[in-house]
């Protein structure tokens, strides 16, 4: 498959969208004309995270990456209000309605891939297709364990709302660097350097403070995420679904839970697809090139040669 690029590389216009708190910083790609593609990043990262691969998506998608609340560029929350996976996925909701998008299809990664197919089955009237790299479903767990997951949320967020007491961590940019490769040992350095872009802050004297609301640290799920609700959920999906696992990267849930939504997708889903690709968890990042002859075939309903 010939490789095409948006907008001759990396054009993209820089937009903010209105949330109850603030705003979400994003980039919108290519014309707005064309089929809507929503890409939602994972857990600590940014829009950055689909840099390397928007220049190798068809031309004439009209793709909007948004930072989510707490990450990047976006702003953060007011002190004492804690993030929730649930209102993660009600600004999905937000954004498609600030961009007036009556239908779109949703790109995920990690943490980016369990808000677009909760998403999908909570909305699945206007949720045309999901693509979800390295998250095959939604994190879950058992339900007797969820009192006991929310107590242990809510500790450490009322010890990350003490630390924002506290004067941030100020770095050199190559500290930042390091430390940034050493909390995420799949990045290469090239990547970091591209998620670092949004992440980090300038401050005086050539040093840098990371941009991210460090209570992120600590999302609630409220519940949401016990296994049984999980399953319960996504038996309303109805898009077409294409999954990507990089093979050198954990599944991230036990077998017997991941068979479970397996067969859900494969009972639900309109069309249900599974591919492995050589790569680590942010293959999508270090190696694009691998994984957009198998999006772009799936969202533009045409033959891929992988």
């Known amino acids: ?16 969208i209105p949330i109850n708190c603030g705003y979400l910083a994003a980039k919108e790609y290519g014309p707005s004309t064309g089929e809507k593609l929503l890409a939602l990043h994972g857990w600590q990262d940014n829009a950055g995270s689909f840099d390397t691969l928007m220049p190798l998506l068809h031309p004439n998608l009209h793709v909007v990456v948004p930072d989510l609340a707490g990450h990047g560029l976006s702003s953060h929350k007011p002190s004492g209000c804690p993030y929730f996976f649930l209102e993660y996925i009600n600004h999905i909701k937000l954004i498609a309605d600030y961009l007036k998008w009556k239908e779109f299809s949703i790109l995920g990664h990690s943490m980016g891939s369990s808000l677009a197919i909760m998403f999908g089955s909570i909305y699945p009237e206007i949720v045309n297709k999901i693509i979800g790299i390295e998250l095959l479903k939604p994190l879950s767990y058992p339900s007797e364990i969820v009192t006991t997951i929310l107590r242990n949320s809510m500790n450490q967020y009322v010890k990350l709302e003490d630390k924002l007491k506290s004067d941030p961590s100020v770095y050199s940019e190559e500290n930042a660097l390091r430390t940034l490769i050493g909390k995420n040992s799949e990045l290469t350095e090239k990547s970091a350097k591209i998620l670092m872009k949004r992440g980090v802050k300038q401050l005086h004297g050539g040093k840098v403070m990371f941009s991210h609301d460090i209570r992120i640290k600590s999302i609630w799920d409220s519940g949401l995420a016990s296994s049984e609700l999980v399953k319960s959920v996504i038996l309303n999906m109805k898009c077409d679904l294409l999954l990507i ?12 839970s991941l068979n479970e939504c397996i067969e859900i997708y494969k009972t639900k889903c309109k069309s249900f697809k599974l591919v492995e690709v050589e790569g680590n968890h942010f293959v999508h990042l270090n190696n694009p090139e691998r994984i957009a002859p198998i999006i772009n075939p799936f969202l533009l309903n045409t033959k891929s040669n992988i």
């Open 245 to 256: 696992k990089a093979k050198d990267s954990p599944v991230y849930t036990d077998e017997e």
């Open 1 to 16: 498959m010939q490789e095409t690029k948006i907008q001759d590389g990396n054009s993209f216009r820089e937009i903010q």
